[in-house]
């Protein structure tokens, strides 16, 4: 399946203050979520940020709600976001049919949110370099899991040019230099 910007949402899961540090290469998550905000701006694509029980764990770290205009978060504490009501208005909102899905944990809130969005109908797409967990291992098992429920992966230079197309776009030089 050929992914385009028609239809297209994503979602940002769980990148929050007291969560962020205790992630497995998180300098590596980063530096790829960066790129992907800044990539998936480019193009126009609508993006939802959720956090987990903000009161405990924080909000979302500075350095990515710094890169989204009008930033503001979805409140859950279910650990998929499909069940957050105000998520669901977002895909409503924006007509989406295909989910670019990151965050952390990849192995609870990501799997989670993954799994419902395929069996509400969506097709998600998981950026595998866009995700982790606190140890390699259940990073692993995600990807793993990931797999059996057929649920599509990529990395994020390779969504970014997909969703880019041609090098005839405008925005191709804008995202040649970030994923360079």
């Known amino acids: 399946m050929r992914i385009t910007k028609e239809n297209t949402t994503a979602l940002f899961i769980d990148f929050q203050e007291r969560l962020f540090p205790a992630m497995n290469e998180k300098e590596t998550l980063l ?32 350095e990515l709600k710094s890169l989204v205009p009008s930033f503001s978060a979805i409140e859950k504490t279910d650990f998929s976001s499909f069940g957050a009501e105000e998520y669901t208005s977002f895909l409503l909102h924006h007509q989406s049919k295909t989910v670019i899905l990151c965050g952390i944990e990849a192995h609870v809130c990501v799997l989670q949110t993954a799994v ?65």
């Open 31 to 62: 530096k790829n979520t960066k790129i992907l905000v800044e990539g998936l701006n480019l193009l126009g694509i609508p993006i939802a940020f959720t956090q987990q029980y903000t009161k405990g764990l924080g909000d979302t770290i500075v």
């Open 116 to 180: 419902d969005l395929k069996e509400a109908g969506f097709q998600p797409v998981v950026v595998t370099d866009c995700i982790t967990s606190r140890n390699v291992i259940s990073k692993e098992s995600a990807i793993d899991r990931f797999r059996l429920e057929d649920i599509m992966m990529c990395t994020c230079e390779s969504i970014l040019f997909e969703l880019t197309r041609t090098a005839k776009a405008e925005e191709f030089r804008a995202i040649s230099k970030l994923v360079k």
